[in-house]
């Protein structure tokens, strides 16, 4: 296989990195891993722990660039309600061997020895009170006190396999035991996420579970967006189902379509021309609520009553879908039930989704029928691994997707 690059430089800077420049002679390592983002870092520590040598190699800059975005700049590194349920594969039981075996508990162990504090957000969501560059230093510390070597700004060109594998790197050639397939999935391109990962499993003739962006915004046609658009800005706690499928949490309107946690959760299982039903009130009466204001103020327009209960702006948007006038006193039953059911049960069509440009993960990847849950190693070519994003394992928002990177990478890392 053959993936185009241009000759960079491997420079590193900032404390507890180690320096190593690919020379034109072929080095030797036990393991060699393409990624240096979490799992990838993971996988690392654990390896060179267990006395093996290791290079860590990386196209950007800095290692762990999901890590400094993520959370706003806090790193949402973890949850605390982690189950299988809350993991998207062809085989959900798949990911149960390493979460079980390397948990949250784990990890905020390690976050506390590092003397990071960290709080719970929402919903089990757990934040460093500082930057997430800590999860970063934290990280580079322990490969620092095992001896991993990384090496930066140094695209993966090729690899061939007899006994041992040979992997082509800009600036040289590197052989190994074990090869670790770190790199992530196509989510922001802008960092540069490609879909190398995939290029190396089908070279090596593994099944690709076919990919698509995941926990995106969702976008609309564009005879249905003026409406949208015009409330964009505006929030409000929903519920949105796809089946028997759903998440209560904010929904945030955009000048293109949908957004906020529970347009983003629900992306995860949103094909396209599937409909999405949304509360738009969750758990709110409105109904009973209107026919008490009804009897009390019936001179109050409509959409003056439901601002008690909807963002203005949604409230209009609500009115005049349904097509209501008048005041509330010239509304029947009937009407304010039909009101009631626009708010509660809000049947939406979206078109597509804005892309890998904005999805924080990709669903899909490698077969993990092609996969050993315990090791992450392929069954059918010894010494090659796999995790993290790449693996068709895809985690909810929430922490869910940082918990797979650590638990997939200390997996490999017990194997390699």
């Given at each position: 296989?053959?993936?185009?690059?241009?000759?960079?430089?491997?420079?590193?800077?900032?404390?507890?990195?180690?320096?190593?420049?690919?020379?034109?002679?072929?080095?030797?390592?036990?393991?060699?891993?393409?990624?240096?983002?979490?799992?990838?870092?993971?996988?690392?520590?654990e390896?060179?722990?267990?006395?093996r040598?290791?290079?860590?190699?990386?196209?950007?800059?800095?290692?762990?660039?999901?890590?400094?975005?993520?959370?706003?700049?806090?790193?949402?590194?973890?949850?605390?309600?982690?189950?299988?349920?809350?993991?998207?594969?062809?085989?959900?039981?798949?990911?149960?061997?390493?979460?079980?075996?390397?948990?949250?508990?784990?990890?905020?162990?390690?976050?506390?020895?590092?003397?990071?504090?960290?709080?719970?957000?929402?919903?089990?969501?757990?934040?460093?009170?500082?930057?997430?560059?800590?999860?970063?230093?934290?990280?580079?510390?322990?490969?620092?006190?095992?001896?991993?070597?990384?090496?930066?700004?140094?695209?993966?060109?090729?690899?061939?396999?007899?006994e041992?594998?040979?992997?082509?790197?800009?600036?040289?050639?590197?052989?190994?035991?074990?090869?670790?397939?770190?790199?992530?999935?196509?989510?922001?391109?802008?960092?540069?996420?490609?879909?190398?990962?995939?290029?190396?499993?089908?070279?090596?003739?593994?099944?690709?579970?076919?990919?698509?962006?995941?926990?995106?915004?969702?976008?609309?046609a564009?005879?249905?967006?003026?409406?949208?658009?015009?409330?964009?800005?505006?929030?409000?706690?929903?519920?949105?189902?796809?089946?028997?499928?759903?998440?209560?949490?904010?929904?945030?309107?955009?000048?293109r379509?949908?957004?906020?946690?529970?347009?983003?959760?629900?992306?995860?299982?949103?094909?396209?021309?599937?409909?999405?039903?949304?509360?738009?009130?969750?758990?709110?009466?409105?109904?009973?609520?209107?026919?008490?204001?009804?009897?009390?103020?019936?001179?109050?327009?409509v959409?003056?009553?439901l601002?008690?209960?909807?963002?203005?702006?949604?409230?209009k948007?609500i009115?005049?879908?349904?097509?209501?006038?008048?005041?509330?006193?010239?509304?029947?039953?009937?009407?304010?039930?039909?009101?009631?059911?626009?708010?509660?049960?809000?049947?939406?069509?979206?078109?597509?989704?804005?892309?890998?440009r904005?999805?924080?993960?990709?669903?899909?990847?490698?077969?993990?029928?092609?996969?050993?849950?315990k090791?992450?190693?392929?069954?059918?070519?010894?010494?090659?691994?796999?995790?993290?994003?790449?693996?068709?394992?895809t985690?909810?928002?929430?922490?869910?997707?940082?918990?797979?990177?650590?638990?997939?990478?200390?997996?490999?890392?017990?194997?390699v």
């Amino acid at each position: 296989m053959h993936v185009s690059a241009s000759q960079k430089s491997c420079k590193l800077s900032a404390c507890a990195k180690r320096l190593f420049t690919v020379s034109e002679s072929m080095e030797h390592y036990d393991v060699v891993i393409i990624g240096a983002g979490a799992a990838g870092m993971m996988c690392a520590i654990e390896a060179g722990r267990r006395g093996r040598s290791v290079l860590l190699v990386d196209h950007a800059k800095s290692v762990g660039e999901k890590i400094r975005i993520s959370g706003g700049g806090r790193c949402n590194f973890t949850n605390l309600n982690i189950s299988r349920e809350k993991f998207i594969s062809q085989n959900q039981r798949f990911a149960l061997s390493a979460l079980s075996r390397y948990t949250q508990w784990d990890f905020i162990q390690m976050v506390v020895e590092a003397d990071i504090s960290y709080h719970e957000k929402t919903l089990g969501q757990l934040f460093c009170d500082g930057k997430s560059t800590q999860i970063i230093d934290m990280l580079l510390g322990h490969l620092h006190d095992v001896q991993v070597d990384i090496v930066l700004e140094t695209e993966f060109l090729d690899v061939q396999k007899d006994e041992q594998y040979e992997v082509t790197l800009t600036g040289g050639t590197v052989s190994c035991e074990s090869l670790v397939v770190a790199c992530g999935g196509k989510s922001i391109p802008k960092m540069g996420a490609t879909g190398l990962g995939y290029e190396i499993a089908k070279h090596f003739g593994l099944n690709i579970i076919e990919t698509r962006p995941a926990l995106v915004p969702l976008t609309f046609a564009e005879q249905d967006l003026g409406p949208i658009a015009a409330m964009s800005g505006t929030s409000v706690y929903a519920s949105v189902r796809h089946g028997k499928t759903s998440f209560e949490e904010g929904l945030l309107f955009t000048h293109r379509g949908l957004s906020g946690p529970s347009i983003l959760q629900i992306s995860s299982y949103w094909k396209e021309g599937d409909t999405l039903s949304v509360d738009l009130a969750f758990s709110e009466p409105i109904l009973a609520a209107l026919q008490k204001k009804r009897s009390e103020y019936g001179r109050i327009a409509v959409q003056t009553a439901l601002t008690d209960h909807l963002p203005k702006a949604l409230a209009k948007f609500i009115v005049e879908n349904v097509g209501l006038k008048g005041n509330l006193a010239d509304q029947s039953d009937k009407r304010l039930q039909q009101l009631d059911d626009a708010i509660h049960h809000w049947q939406i069509k979206p078109v597509g989704s804005e892309g890998y440009r904005t999805a924080e993960v990709t669903l899909g990847g490698v077969d993990t029928k092609e996969l050993d849950a315990k090791t992450m190693e392929t069954n059918s070519v010894k010494g090659l691994y796999f995790i993290g994003e790449v693996v068709d394992v895809t985690g909810w928002l929430g922490g869910y997707n940082f918990q797979w990177a650590w638990s997939s990478g200390w997996a490999a890392g017990q194997a390699v």
